[in-house]
């Protein structure tokens, strides 16, 4: 299953692999205008720890860590 979001002009790609009956892991992948120097995972997919989780749950913490990733590249929001 896979969802996209658009978070400060960047792209979150969310995908879920089914583990077991309602339950997931979950990768993102950050799409973007713009690669920084020095920014290697951009473009890559990241798995988030502590799974498996419900599927609403896996959306949420691989937005929320989508979302502080870009953060980090662009910087606090003005």
Do not use: C, N
Request: hydrophobic letters at 45%.
């Amino acid at each position: 299953m896979q969802r996209t979001v658009e978070y400060r002009g960047f792209e979150i790609h969310v995908d879920l692999l089914s583990t077991s009956k309602d339950m997931f892991d979950v990768w993102f992948r950050i799409e973007g205008p713009v690669k920084p120097p020095g920014v290697a995972a951009l473009g890559e997919r990241i798995k988030i720890r502590g799974g498996p989780f419900s599927r609403r749950w896996a959306y949420f913490v691989a937005e929320i860590a989508g979302q502080a990733a870009i953060d980090v590249i662009l910087g606090p929001a003005e």
